[in-house]
């Protein structure tokens, strides 16, 4: 019954989402504000009738009520309740309806605050989300419907999937299910999904903005920006936390001690993110400068476009084989609506092309103006690039008939010098001030990180005898860690030396009065870090592998490592655990035992390996129980040990971005104007303008 | 399928279907027309506010050189300055609009037979009786002379002259 209910709220949600779309567009264009208001109403449902839905499904995996497909697939009797509620998200049907039920949220918290606000955008606001909802939601109810039973028809080999009962069927109803993917049991994958889908479907917002303001001509403006602003960022940090939590789901689950292998569904990720954050850096030329109106409006639709493109490859398996395209309905219906969501945004910004124009031009080529059109480019390169490696295979394979896909060699090599550049703008970047820069400024501000980083980078490639590109990363690292410092520093001395305050309270008042300016330079030392990681991963990575008997020490670099012996035992969740014991030694001394695992899940028949990490701020040794023979007389096993330097900065510098992230969306216009007055019946001359 | 289901179903769809037809069902005095709010010169202000802060914070930082900063300076005062008149003419132009909605509204009559009364006129013009001045807007009495109400601080200065 329970089950059934959610059918229904699916149905109706359905239904509703379609009608508000209609309503909402109709009303917008005759002017007929009771059908906006009409359709407001209708948004407003589908979000709680969605959740009936969801809660339907949660309740039929946690009550393991096989009657139900989707938990046959994703459930079984050997998982925790708290494993059962993550298998919403574990398998296609759940998930996408998971993906419907959080873009109607975050249509809902839109609807409820800024329904005064933006009247006139409203409508078509409503329109372009619920048009998005509608198509999800659609494809829930008959495509990827989680609601559906297995039938058993006599004779046919397998029961056959429907909503409603075939003739000649009887229902089945299996004693246990399939349960969770072992692969996914992990805290990164629990995690990993709905805060990527959190910032997939957050895009929408943006682009609802923009795409509503191309319509009503009020593109000229940069209200939709403001609007919107946070709710980019918020959108940005989800996604920033999706990629960060899929790395290390990778590096503790998939065995193969990295965190990013430029695999076609994490680039369809970190594609979203790169374009996402070009758009953060762009608006605020519109913002400050009323520039680049046009390319705002092109990177949202980009943006917008590629993360449905990222839930179209992560949800058809689509570039893992061509054929699981036609499969199902799934891959057709989705390329199309991509298709027409980016050929339909693009015809609108067409046809208002010639009201973006840029108020400003650029007043000098050594400007913050300068360096931010060239960041943006370079992301767009970026894209592109990855873009172009991970299609490939496909059309590889469309037009040859043969598979070719591109590895990691080619994505580091193309993006890499892409990346350095970028990153060595993100430093300097801030040393520029809007419109105009004399080049003796900026030498004057750039010198000292700029030396400081030389020193920092040759003596410490000096001692330790390194790669010289390695030499030339830390270089960088060093520098923009300076730049940031720096800025930092110089903020602080100006509050020291005009308002007295002592160094603390000048930093919390500098953070306070300039939330964005400072929260986005803490995301910058977050990425920075992140970027540590990926040079550690890249040239300081060391790896061995051995077979040893028991007692027997593997060695690698300054580290030993001894073998004490094997033990089997059945663990939770119906997997049988053969454990290593080990013992770490570093210089002779010894450091930590470490028990490397390997789970076998009976039921779906797969290993999962659990590496043993010993993890210090510098380096983690990762080591993984590969294979093992007993007799007996003895025990034997083999091992695989990388040294991961570095590459604990890519977690601590996610956790920085985040704190940056919370700062920069802090901050309110309304907080400006309290802070900032001009006061009125002054001349223009100098200094009219007081803090206060 | 249920029966209890269906029943659930049902009534959600029936209560669904009212709160999305409410909008239908009210009858509001305004008319269709949504409503139309002016932002464009708060945008501009806003924006030239916050460029000029940072570049103050910008010079105290030493990022701008003083040439640049008071050139760029003097051009954002002059943007400033034309965006707070840009927001003042829109406030006028709203004022205006409700003086004269509110005019209307109260068109003043003679306290005797009930003849409208002009502005600025002191008798009615058919019985002779002294019109009593009163505020347009809060009808609080007036003083020969007075240019605004001392009550409400309305503009008694209309195109007809002083208003009575």
Known sequence: MIADIGLIALTIAFLFSVYA?????????????????????????????????????????????????YVYDVSSQAMSPFLRVTALWGGQDGSVLFWAWLMAGFVVIVLLRKWERDRELMPYVIATSMLTTAFFVGL???ITNPFQHLWYQYGAPDAIKAVFQPANTTLYIPQDGGGLNPLLRHFGMIGHPPTTYIGFTGFIIPFAYAIAALITGKSRGDEWIRTTRRWTLVAWIFLSIGLILGGRWAYDVLGWGGFWGWDPIENAMLMPWLTGTAFLHSVMMTEKRGMMKKWNMVLIILTYSLSLFGTFITRTGVISSVHAFSKSALGPAFFTFI??????????????WDTLETEHSLESFVSRETVFVLQNMLFLAITFAVFWGTVFPLISELVTGTKITVGPPYFKSVTGPLFFVELLLMGIAPLFAWRKQTVKNLGKAIWQPFAGSLVVSIGWGYLHRMHPMSIIGLWLVAFVVFCILAEFWKGVKART?????????????????????????????????????????????????????????????????????????????????V???????????EVRSLQPRRDYFVVQEQPVTVPGVYSTAGKDVYIMLLDWEVSDIDQQATFKIY???????????????????????????????TTYVLKPGMSTSLPAVQEV | MNFGAILIGLSMLVISVTFVAIPFQQRSKKKHALPVKHMEPEEHRLAVLSSLRDLDFDFQLGKVSEDDYASLRARLMAEAAQSLQEADKVDEVEALIQARKASKAKSPACENCGQAIESGIRFCPRCGTAVKSSCPS??????????FCSSCGYKLITQAGVAS
Not at chain 1, 506 to 516: D, E, S, T, V
Not at chain 1, 579 to 589: C, I, P, Q, R, V
Not at chain 1, 668 to 673: D, F, G, I, N, R
Request: hydrophobic share 45%; proline share 2%; glycine share 12%.
């Open chain 1, 21 to 69: 779309t209609v309503a909402s567009a109709y009303g917008g264009w005759r002017n007929r504000s009771k059908w906006v208001e009409s359709a407001r109403n209708a948004s407003l449902l589908v979000f709680p009738l969605l959740t009936v839905s969801v809660l339907a499904i949660v309740y039929s995996l946690i009550t393991l009520d096989f009657s139900l497909a």
């Open chain 1, 140 to 142: 829930v109810l008959f």
């Open chain 1, 339 to 352: 298709g027409l969501t980016f050929i339909g945004s693009i015809y609108l910004l067409y046809w208002r």
């Open chain 1, 497 to 577: 030396s005009s308002k007295g305050e002592n160094p603390i309270q000048a930093l919390i008042h500098l953070i306070g009065r300039n939330h964005r300016r400072y929260g986005g330079y803490f995301i910058h030392l977050g990425v920075i870090l992140i970027a540590l990681g990926f040079i550690g991963d890249s040239y300081f990575k060391q790896e061995t592998q051995g077979t040893v008997t028991a007692g027997e020490r593997l060695v690698i670099g300054n580290y030993q490592m001894r073998f004490d012996g094997l033990r089997g035992y059945p663990g939770s969740d119906g997997r049988e655990i």
């Open chain 1, 579 to 589: 454990e290593a014991n080990l013992t770490l030694f570093k210089d002779g001394k």
């Open chain 1, 643 to 673: 040294i991961n330097s570095l590459i604990n900065w890519v977690w601590i510098g996610g956790f920085v971005m985040i704190f940056g992230t919370i700062i920069a969306a802090w901050s309110s216009p309304k907080q400006l104007e």
């Open chain 2, 138 to 147: 809060c009808g609080k009495n007036l003083k020969a002379g007075d240019l």
